[in-house]
């Protein structure tokens, strides 16, 4: 019949104090049984009965557990109505809003703020590694996601990470792994062009249902996306082999552009207008194309459009 729990005493103890005090007596019933415990451990070791010693050590550890559990529930209750949750719950939404800017600017406010709870803060790096990778930086997505804890980080968004810092060796193990888990087609075509940078075409494109064009479009994107360019033309014009696509032509060609190859570029472009390619308007104003501005076969090229796209 003591008021400990899990004993008889304890339950009957909680109850009464629950029915009398509300919320308030469960936490003043299991500080009860702590300080009992605590009592009760101090007594058996001046008298030598170590068992009960440590069996009320046991419920007193139990009775800790259970109190530091409410504390922490009430923290971050009360933590959730302030301005700093607020304030990341308004980057949450602009992260959804794509305004990724206001989002990294305000989630870093929030990482500044003064005794941030781990909740907040784990919740904090999780929205930043996701801003990072939206924007194409891999390095700082990792750095954040590394610091979550206490919930899963999406193994795409790891797998999309790792392919922004180059080492597709770790990505493509992650990428089949969230193939694997989600069946998800775009996560497959991303698993494929993860195969692809490594130079295992082949395995790549005798993945169940593949599209050879998104594979190499995801392949070629993230070269793209981390600044290697010629790597990112080479992909694509090696993808024309397998899928003589003008829009490929035309990434080839950009990528191309982007290197300060001039004559790959150009001569990509007319591949892509051989493949049907006849948007001039659009690669005028293209700023991947900006290095072409001015280049004799590059204005050549696009005067040869402009009359098939206004007929």
């Given at each position: 019949?003591?008021p400990?729990?899990?004993?008889?005493?304890?339950?009957?103890?909680?109850?009464?104090a629950?029915?009398?005090?509300g919320?308030?007596?469960?936490?003043?019933?299991?500080?009860?049984?702590?300080g009992l415990?605590?009592?009760l451990v101090?007594?058996s070791?001046?008298?030598?009965?170590?068992?009960?010693?440590?069996l009320?050590?046991?419920?007193?550890?139990?009775?800790?557990?259970?109190?530091?559990?409410?504390?922490?529930a009430?923290?971050?209750?009360k933590?959730?109505?302030?301005?700093?949750?607020?304030?990341?719950?308004?980057?949450?939404?602009?992260?959804?809003?794509?305004?990724?800017?206001?989002?990294?600017?305000?989630?870093?406010?929030?990482l500044?703020?003064?005794?941030?709870?781990?909740?907040?803060?784990?919740?904090?790096?999780?929205?930043?590694?996701?801003?990072?990778?939206?924007?194409?930086?891999?390095?700082?997505?990792?750095?954040?996601?590394?610091?979550?804890?206490?919930?899963?980080?999406?193994?795409?968004?790891?797998?999309?990470?790792?392919?922004?810092?180059?080492?597709?060796?770790?990505?493509?193990?992650?990428?089949?792994?969230?193939?694997?888990?989600?069946?998800?087609?775009?996560?497959?075509?991303?698993?494929?062009?993860?195969?692809?940078?490594?130079?295992?075409?082949?395995?790549?494109?005798?993945?169940?249902?593949?599209?050879?064009?998104?594979?190499?479009?995801?392949?070629?994107?993230a070269?793209?996306?981390?600044?290697?360019?010629?790597?990112?033309?080479?992909?694509s014009?090696?993808?024309?082999?397998?899928?003589?696509?003008?829009?490929?032509?035309?990434?080839a060609?950009?990528?191309?552009a982007?290197?300060?190859?001039?004559?790959d570029?150009?001569?990509?472009?007319?591949r892509?207008?051989?493949?049907?390619?006849?948007?001039?308007?659009?690669?005028?104003?293209?700023?991947?194309?900006a290095?072409?501005?001015?280049?004799?076969?590059?204005?050549a090229?696009?005067?040869r459009?402009?009359?098939?796209?206004?007929s």
């Amino acid at each position: 019949l003591l008021p400990v729990p899990p004993l008889d005493g304890g339950h009957i103890s909680t109850a009464l104090a629950t029915r009398m005090f509300g919320r308030r007596g469960f936490i003043v019933s299991h500080v009860l049984a702590l300080g009992l415990c605590v009592g009760l451990v101090l007594l058996s070791i001046k008298t030598g009965a170590l068992f009960m010693g440590v069996l009320f050590a046991m419920f007193g550890f139990q009775s800790f557990r259970v109190l530091s559990d409410v504390m922490r529930a009430r923290n971050e209750a009360k933590e959730e109505e302030g301005p700093t949750a607020q304030s990341l719950r308004e980057a949450q939404q602009a992260l959804r809003e794509d305004r990724l800017d206001d989002a990294w600017r305000q989630g870093n406010r929030v990482l500044e703020t003064e005794g941030l709870s781990p909740n907040l803060t784990s919740r904090t790096h999780y929205l930043l590694g996701w801003v990072a990778l939206k924007q194409g930086h891999g390095r700082p997505a990792l750095d954040h996601f590394s610091q979550v804890q206490g919930q899963p980080v999406e193994m795409h968004a790891v797998a999309a990470a790792f392919s922004l810092v180059g080492d597709d060796a770790r990505a493509v193990g992650y990428w089949k792994q969230a193939w694997g888990e989600s069946q998800d087609r775009t996560v497959m075509h991303e698993y494929a062009g993860a195969l692809i940078r490594l130079g295992q075409v082949n395995e790549a494109l005798r993945l169940p249902g593949v599209d050879p064009a998104a594979a190499f479009r995801c392949a070629e994107r993230a070269l793209f996306i981390r600044g290697a360019y010629s790597e990112a033309a080479a992909v694509s014009e090696a993808a024309l082999r397998h899928v003589p696509d003008p829009g490929i032509a035309y990434d080839a060609a950009c990528a191309f552009a982007r290197a300060g190859n001039v004559a790959d570029a150009v001569r990509l472009l007319q591949r892509a207008e051989d493949l049907g390619f006849k948007d001039a308007a659009y690669a005028a104003s293209d700023e991947d194309l900006a290095h072409l501005h001015g280049h004799p076969a590059f204005e050549a090229w696009l005067a040869r459009l402009r009359p098939a796209a206004s007929s």
